[in-house]
């Protein structure tokens, strides 16, 4: 398991975040506000007029999963 950050490199890696990702999203775990996502798999299926990305991740310290899906609808 990985050391847990400190404050300062927090504060450093969203610094650092914000910079280089103008307009990105950071997800935190619901149950325990923790920023230690891991990755666990992605899919891609296309619809007639769209594509729809279904991700999931764990918290590393609660053990806490999430779907994301994003519905991207080409406009005309």
Known sequence: MSKP?????KIQLVLLYINHQ??????????????NLTFEKQRRINHDYNIVYKSSYKCADCGAFCENKQDWIQSS
């Open 22 to 35: 103008k307009g990105g999203v950071i997800v935190t775990c619901a149950y325990c506000r923790s920023t």
């Open 5 to 9: 950050l400190t404050f300062l490199k």
